[in-house]
């Protein structure tokens, strides 16, 4: 599966951005997918995950309440909506398709990674 983020950008604290990441080369639908963040000096976290069939999420404390996870296997993509964003939400922002639930930091197939910047 080949992986393509976009969406990112600089943002001031409590905006909203949407992430997309467009997904080719296989089965989309069969696979688990999910976002990772990784911020400077820091090791790549677990944001949110979907299932195959977009029925189950999950997300890291950090972000439940705010961001939702979603997908849409007629187009190939998942998305992130990120809302109320805080200055520790600043990272480099990966979609990632895994074969588990909820994926996981060894998953799969990784994009290319999308900056999100958040102002205070």
């Known amino acids: 599966v080949q992986l393509q983020a976009s969406g990112g950008g600089l943002v001031q604290a409590g905006g909203s951005l949407r992430l997309s990441c467009a997904a080719s080369?296989?089965?989309?639908?069969?696979?688990?997918m999910g976002w990772f963040r990784q911020a400077p000096g820091k090791e790549r976290e677990f944001v949110a995950g979907?299932?195959?069939?977009?029925?189950?999420?999950y997300y890291a404390d950090s972000v439940k309440g705010r961001f939702t996870i979603s997908r849409d296997n007629a187009k190939d993509q998942v998305y992130l909506q990120m809302n109320s964003l805080k200055p520790e939400d600043t990272a480099v922002y990966y979609c990632?398709?895994?074969?588990?639930?909820?994926?996981?930091?060894?998953?799969?197939?990784w994009g290319q990674g999308t900056q999100v910047t958040v102002s205070s």
């Open positions: 990632a398709a895994d074969t588990s639930y909820p994926p996981r930091r060894s998953a799969t197939y």
């Open positions: 080369g296989r089965t989309f639908s069969g696979y688990v």
């Open positions: 979907i299932s195959e069939s977009g029925r189950r999420t």
